[in-house]
């Protein structure tokens, strides 16, 4: 099942998803970028999940743009 990205960013100032980084924090608090001390506080990226909803919307209406241009060609 897809699951829609969940950015974060973390005391580090990094962008994370999610799960990955509760996933590393679960078994250390030292950031996997800088290897900084982490806060357990993560702050939602509103921003890049905007920009990742854009980039499918654009990626979709491209691809169905293609499919009626293949299929008119046909």
Not at 27 to 43: D, I, K, N
């Amino acid at each position: 099942m897809f699951h829609p990205p969940d950015p974060v960013v973390a005391s580090d100032g990094q962008s994370y998803e999610r799960t990955a980084i509760e996933q590393h924090m679960r078994l250390s608090l030292v950031s996997p970028f800088s290897r900084e001390p982490l806060q357990r506080t993560l702050f939602p990226n509103r921003n890049l999940r905007k920009r990742i909803e854009d980039h499918d919307k654009d990626l979709l209406n491209a691809v169905e743009t293609s499919r009626k241009a293949a299929a008119a060609a046909t």
